[in-house]
């Protein structure tokens, strides 16, 4: 049985140890199957700074994250020694908010090959590995030997997805995935997603977008100054007017119709499934 485990236990994070403003405040969370989870908040609130705890990127000030993934435990707090680092990250896949911190190689295919090549030392595998992921990425054979500083921004994220996907993580953390995309690639990288889910991840998605959360999350956590203010259900998280005027988050388009109509149920999260239920009914 594969194992997955991720528990923040008490983590409190400070970005400049001498202020007393803490970034993260007491942060209890628990990760354990393969699921779709939203991590939602206003600026500021502290969403990148949660997920960066993930990997290492970020280790807690105080508390404690453990991670137990296919039966090998790393445990991140202030003790850490980075000496196994590389594998949490072959295990916990991270792409950035912006993907420019994220490319930094001559072209597009020695980027993608970077991850698995530091995993397996081995070219060969590496450069199949990446063809794939690319190729999952709808990123064409014409990019591999462009520059990825030269790519327009979609592109660019893109090309960082495929980055992460190369290596196969169990964990893969999308860090506002779909800002500056249009419709079209929005719902590409969230069919994505759901493919990721499928395949047995735990997809970790950070976004504003509240329409796209209630369609495609199985959890939704959203932050307030540091704090989960919730924890629970996309079902339950949007009906709860001061959450969501404390986050600055919208109530889901589709959830403002069903209760305008009197639809209570709770399968009903996307305009098809809404037409099919009008259709019928
Ligand atoms: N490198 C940094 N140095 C100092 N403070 C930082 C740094 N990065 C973030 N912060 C502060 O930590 C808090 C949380 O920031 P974080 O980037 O986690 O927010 P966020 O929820 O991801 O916001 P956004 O939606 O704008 O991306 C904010 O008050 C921010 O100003
Ligand atoms: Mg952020």
Redesign the pocket.
Known sequence: MITLEIKFNQVSFK??KKKE?Y?LKKINLLFNKSEIVFVM??????????VQHLNGLLIATSGQVSIEIDNQKFILDKFYKEKNINKLRENVGFVF?FPEYQLFETNVLKDVMFGPYNFFKDEKKAKELAIKALKEMGVGEEYYDRSPFELSGGEKRKVAIAGVLASNPRVVIL??PTSSLDPIATRDIMGLVKRLKEEGKLVIV?S?DTDLCYEYADRVII?NK?EIIKDCSVCEAFEDYRVLKDSCLEQPFILKVKNKIGIKDEKIKSIESLKEVLKDG
């Open positions: 970005y400049n403003d970034a908040g206003s600026t500021g609130s502290g969403k990148s700074t949660l908010q860090d506002e950070i504003h932050l540091g």
